[in-house]
């Protein structure tokens, strides 16, 4: 598993629905599920928004949410909200027998 | 709610070593496989190790694969991190991540507990 790709940056207005791609997915693990995508502000942790593809951790607001096809993997934010600026990575298993999994290079939202 | 304390971190001078700590609190440590995921300055997530349970088995990211070695203290809810022959690359925030469930090998959903603890490597 090389790589994932991810756009620098996505913008867009409050209220707005903005989706993120993450490209170079291995379809094996796209389609077993074994992708996840973490919300990171200005000097905190990441937080998990989305495991399994598609699916919320408890407490995550359901604006956010998560799908897949053929080797890319999307988080869809809807109703854009100014919190919502952060950056945005997603993780793959990587196959490997030492590497076990690989982040995409991150996406910059910004909340106009 | 999920606590980890990293611990560690600190200035040392290329081909150095240091030993990063994690202690974890109020979950059951010894169920949970863990990791370490480093940021470099301004940049993106790197997954750098993982380690079962049980401790028997670990994973190492191509970039520190012989020079890391991670272990755990199952008795005292304890990651440990040794970083050997450390590089300027290797300057990073340091995280440690449980993982979201038990027996979760292949899915990458971690939960970070912590704030992390900073490593830099410079002369």
């Not at chain 2, 001078?13 to 496989?33: D, K, V």
Request: with cysteine; proline share 3%; net charge negative.
């Amino acid at each position: 598993q090389s790589a994932l790709t991810q756009p620098a940056s996505v913008s867009g207005s409050p209220g707005q629905s903005i989706t993120i791609s993450c490209m170079g997915i291995s379809s094996d693990f796209v389609n077993y599920k074994l992708i996840s995508w973490y919300q990171q502000r200005p000097g905190k942790a990441p937080k998990l928004i989305i495991y399994e593809a598609t699916e919320r951790p408890s407490g995550v607001s359901n604006r956010f949410s998560g799908s897949k096809s053929g080797n890319t993997a999307s988080l869809t934010i809807s109703g854009l909200q100014t919190e919502d600026e952060a950056d945005y990575y997603c993780c793959s298993y990587a196959g490997s027998s030492s590497t076990l999994y690989v982040f995409g290079a991150g996406t910059h939202v910004t909340v106009l | 709610e999920v606590q980890l304390l990293e611990s560690g971190g600190g200035l040392v001078q290329p081909g150095g070593s240091l030993r990063l700590s994690c202690e974890a609190s109020q979950f059951s440590f010894h169920n949970y496989a863990m990791s370490w995921v480093r940021q470099a300055p301004g940049k993106g997530l790197e997954w750098v190790s993982a380690i079962s349970a049980s401790g028997e088995s670990t994973y190492y990211a191509d970039s520190v694969k012989g020079r890391f070695t991670l272990s755990r203290d199952n008795s005292k809810n304890t990651l440990s991190l040794q970083m050997n022959s450390l590089r300027a690359e290797d300057t990073a925030l340091y995280y440690c991540a449980k993982d979201l469930g038990v027996d979760r090998y292949g899915y990458p959903d971690f939960d970070f507990g912590g704030q992390g603890t900073l490593v830099t490597v410079s002369a």
